[in-house]
Nanobody, 115 residues
Framework: QVQLVESGGGLVQAGGSLRLSCAASTTIFSFNAMGWYRQAPGKQRELVAAITSGGSTNYADSVKGRFTISRVNAKNTVYLQMNSLKPEDTAVYYC?????????WGQGTQVTVSS
């Protein structure tokens, strides 16, 4: 069983920055991939960014050039650096881990961007 704990959410003005962290309860070295998803009120959960065990990254078009995903295996942690935040980035952000055939999710952290 893998537990994921997110932190770093909060309220920020448009144009500001936040860094989200996702700490795993076990080593992430062998995880297939880890990623960040978000869900805004009334909308479906969507992929924001993902990073594979080999370090390859993938971003939603809406965040390219503004968000950066990274992982530090020694800390069992994945980060999402969010710059130039926009009101439309407001959502609950969830950490995801793909381990073999299973998906694990964190409890989510709220990000609110005021205009």
């Amino acid at each position: 069983q893998v537990q994921l704990v997110e932190s770093g959410g909060g309220l920020v003005q448009a144009g500001g920055s936040l860094r989200l962290s996702c700490a795993a309860s076990t080593t992430i070295f062998s995880f297939n991939a880890m990623g960040w998803y978000r869900q805004a009120p009334g909308k479906q959960r969507e992929l924001v960014a993902a990073i594979t065990s080999g370090g390859s990254t993938n971003y939603a078009d809406s965040v390219k050039g503004r968000f950066t995903i990274s992982r530090v295996n020694a800390k069992n942690t994945v980060y999402l650096q969010m710059n130039s935040l926009k009101p439309e980035d407001t959502a609950v952000y969830y950490c995801n881990a793909q381990v073999y055939t299973r998906d694990y999710w964190g409890q989510g952290t709220q990000v609110t961007v005021s205009s």
